[in-house]
């Protein structure tokens, strides 16, 4: 199935444990992380989008990603969550596109990977007022993070960014951030993170 094309319109938003600034922005991710090493928790919620014929508007993904060092060195580990409210179709559009089997944007993680996790399917609770971003999976992670504000309260942006998922990215903060599954945990309150619309194909 990894052979459709693809597209997708809609948002993203990330918490890494990097201090503000996470470096991989300026260094096309081969600084060393601020921590040595990186642990992120990613999660998606697709506005409009389909996979060949198949319709995944609405629907969510997370995806958790360590790697030991600079993410450019590669040898990472990456779970995939997918969501419940997918049918079978609409699951292994997910997962074909998630895992970066289907290319676009997702695919330029493979390099980072050594390890993928068996994907799951999970109830993804996600929300957004523009300013502040959540994202639950129950007994997995919980994950708040809200824009730094800049000028006049708005939240600061950057723009023209090395980053796989969108050049135009909003400065965040995780006040909250944690992850455990799988042989991973990630405490990362307080640490890094990014917002960003998302505008995607394969």
């Known amino acids: 199935m990894s052979g459709q094309a693809w597209r997708i319109e809609g948002e993203y938003f990330e918490s890494c444990n990097c201090e503000l600034l996470c470096p991989c922005l300026l260094s096309h991710a081969q600084a060393r992380p601020t921590e040595g090493h990186c642990d992120v928790v990613l999660a998606v919620h697709i506005n409009q989008g389909n996979y060949g014929g198949v319709d995944i508007s609405g629907l969510n993904a997370v995806q958790a990603l360590t790697t030991p060092a600079e993410m450019s060195k590669g ?24 895992t970066g089997a289907a290319g676009g944007p997702p695919a330029l993680m493979a390099p980072m990977v050594s390890k993928r996790l068996p994907t799951k399917t999970a109830a993804i609770q996600y929300s957004s007022d523009g300013r502040t971003w959540k994202v639950a999976i129950a007994n997995v992670t919980d994950v708040t993070v809200q824009g730094v504000a800049g000028a006049g309260n708005q939240t600061v942006w950057l723009d023209n960014v090395a980053h796989p998922f969108s050049r135009r990215l909003a400065a965040a903060k995780g006040t909250s951030s944690s992850y455990h599954d799988h042989s991973l945990k990630f405490e990362n309150s307080g640490r890094n ?4 619309a998302i505008n995607w194909a394969s």
Do not use: K
Not at 79 to 94: G, I, P, T
Not at 193 to 196: D, K, L, T, W, Y
């Open 75 to 98: 040898n990472g580990t990456m779970a995939v969550y997918l969501d419940s409210r997918a049918n079978d179709a609409q699951r292994a559009a997910l997962e074909a596109i998630f």
């Open 193 to 196: 993170g990014h917002f960003s």
